[in-house]
T-cell receptor, first 115, second 112 residues
Framework: SAVISQKPSRDICQRGTSLTIQCQVD?????MFWYRQQPGQSLTLIATANQGSEATYESGFVIDKFPISRPNLTFSTLTVSNMSPEDSSIYLC????????????FGPGTRLTVL | DAKTTQPPSMDCAEGRAANLPCNHSTISGNEYVYWYRQIHSQGPQYIIHGLKNNETNEMASLIITEDRKSSTLILPHATLRDTAVYYCIVRPGSSNTGKLIFGQGTTLQVKP
C-alpha cells in the first residue's frame, strides 16, 4: 500500500480566506485525486490531479474555487478559495497506481471548519 | 451516481461473521467490485476487490455471484473495531480509467 500524508490535519478558518492542503505520497503514483466529505455525508470526487497539466474537475466543482497543483508524481495541493461555512468538510487525497498495483488508497484527510 | 445498492445499516454480534450485501445489477464486464470501509474520522481503508472469482485476504472474503450482479463481503469474526461504514464500489480495472464513486454505504455496528 501507499503511505499518504496530508497537511494540515485540521484547521479553523475565517470566511473569505483561502487554505492550501498538501498531499505527499511515499512512492510515485500514476493518479492522484481529491475528495470532499461534508458532515454526515459520503465522499464526493472533486477532481483528478494531473501531473504537469490542469486538473480534471467533476461536475459542480470549478478551478477558481478549488485550484489544484501536481508538480510531480508524489505531491499535490488543493486550495479551497474564498471560503464560506458551506466549505466546512473533510478533504481527502487519494492515489492509485503505486508499486505495480491498481488499488486506490486514501490519506487521513484534512478537517476544515470555516467560521 | 453510484452503481451499487447497499442496506443503510446492519448490526452484528462480536465474534460472529458479518455478511454485508451489495447489489450491482448493471455491472459491466470489465468492472471490478471494490470494498472500502471508513472508521469514524479516518480516511477510507481498502479491504478487498474482485472481478468474478471469490477472493480472500487477511481482512475479509468477497463472494461474487455467478452473474456478477451482486456480492457479499464477509468479515469472519467481527470485532468492535470493525464498526464502520462499508462501501461497495464498481470500477473499471484499467489503471488510467474509471473513478471511484462512493454511494452511501452500509453502517455496520458490531455489538458486544
Amino acid at each position: 500500500s501507499a503511505v499518504i500524508s496530508q497537511k494540515p490535519s485540521r484547521d479553523i478558518c475565517q470566511r473569505g480566506t483561502s487554505l492550501t492542503i498538501q498531499c505527499q505520497v511515499d512512492s510515485q503514483v500514476t493518479m492522484m485525486f481529491w475528495y470532499r466529505q461534508q458532515p454526515g455525508q459520503s465522499l464526493t470526487l472533486i477532481a483528478t490531479a494531473n501531473q504537469g497539466s490542469e486538473a480534471t474537475y467533476e461536475s459542480g466543482f470549478v478551478i477558481d474555487k478549488f485550484p489544484i497543483s501536481r508538480p510531480n508524481l508524489t505531491f499535490s495541493t488543493l486550495t479551497v478559495s474564498n471560503m464560506s461555512p458551506e466549505d466546512s468538510s473533510i478533504y481527502l487525497c487519494s492515489v492509485r497506481g503505486t508499486r505495480g498495483t491498481d488499488t486506490q488508497y486514501f490519506g487521513p484527510g484534512t478537517r476544515l471548519t470555516v467560521l | 451516481d453510484a452503481k451499487t445498492t447497499q442496506p443503510p445499516s446492519m448490526d452484528c454480534a462480536e465474534g460472529r461473521a458479518a455478511n454485508l450485501p451489495c447489489n450491482h445489477s448493471t455491472i459491466s464486464g470489465n468492472e471490478y467490485v471494490y470494498w472500502y470501509r471508513q472508521i469514524h474520522s479516518q480516511g477510507p481503508q481498502y479491504i478487498i476487490h474482485g472481478l468474478k472469482n471469490n477472493e480472500t485476504n487477511e481482512m475479509a472474503s468477497l463472494i461474487i455471484t455467478e452473474d456478477r450482479k451482486s456480492s457479499t463481503l464477509i468479515l469472519p469474526h467481527a470485532t468492535l473495531r470493525d464498526t464502520a461504514v462499508y462501501y461497495c464500489i464498481v470500477r473499471p480495472g484499467s489503471s488510467n480509467t474509471g473513478k471511484l464513486i462512493f454511494g452511501q454505504g452500509t453502517t455496520l455496528q458490531v455489538k458486544p
